[in-house]
T-cell receptor, first 116, second 110 residues
């Protein structure tokens, strides 16, 4: 696609429910990232996928968070048993290749999650 | 610890002014540095990417500089316009991840 596409754009869920957020990266981009932006906070790295390699999960805040990437393209971020502190904008990004000096990262418009 | 700091946190200027946004980072072993713009309720738009071996990049009215040894970058905006009003984020690339500053909220008054 022309840009990074995320869905849903907005999600309101009850505390304790599971949610799935989807990201469709730019066509041909092998690297995919998830970030979280909480109200009044900076962007926080969550997870990184590169091709078929094992993902870098070092930023996931708890074991309630998981992500997968099927076929090296679309990715799903799953939050189980949501808590109010999970309320944030979840941003997905992609880049053409693995981390390198010249690789620009392109972001989607985010999925706005509100846990009530 | 890899930290990125942006100064000022907020800036309000009249239309037409030239302005400078500052970014500093604690670990100079960077891959690259990227400046983004974020409009309210929107995602991030990449403005400029400076490779670790470069000193500056220019795009239109924007010029970004990088001084790796001192851990600093600046974003210069010439002849500011109301449409430039947004949050400007500096992000430093370390390995697999970008470390972001908290941003500078810019308001350009007409």
């Amino acid at each position: 696609g022309a840009g990074v596409s995320q869905s849903p754009s907005n999600k309101v869920t009850e505390k304790g429910k599971d949610v799935e957020l989807r990201c469709d990266p730019i066509s041909g981009h092998t690297a995919l990232y998830w970030y979280r932006q909480s109200l009044g906070q900076g962007l926080e790295f969550l997870i990184y996928f590169q091709g078929n390699s094992a993902p870098d999960k070092s930023g996931l805040p708890s074991d309630r968070f998981s992500a997968e990437r099927t076929g090296g393209s679309v990715s799903t971020l799953t939050i189980q048993r949501t808590q109010q502190e999970d309320s944030a904008v979840y941003l997905c990004a992609s880049s053409l290749g693995p981390p390198g000096p010249g690789n620009t990262i392109y972001f989607g418009e985010g999925s706005w999650l509100t846990v009530v | 610890k890899q930290e990125v700091t942006q100064i000022p946190a907020a800036l309000s200027v009249p239309e037409g002014e030239n302005l400078v946004l500052n970014c500093s980072f604690t670990d100079s072993a960077i891959y690259n540095l990227q400046w983004f713009r974020q409009d309210p309720g929107k995602g991030l738009t990449s403005l400029l990417l400076i490779q670790s071996s470069q000193r500056e990049q220019t795009s239109g009215r924007l010029n970004a500089s990088l001084d790796k040894s001192s851990g600093r970058s600046t974003l210069y905006i010439a002849a500011s316009q109301p449409g430039d009003s947004a949050t400007y984020l500096c992000a430093v690339r370390y390995g697999n991840k970008l470390v972001f500053g908290a941003g500078t909220i810019l308001r350009v008054k007409s």
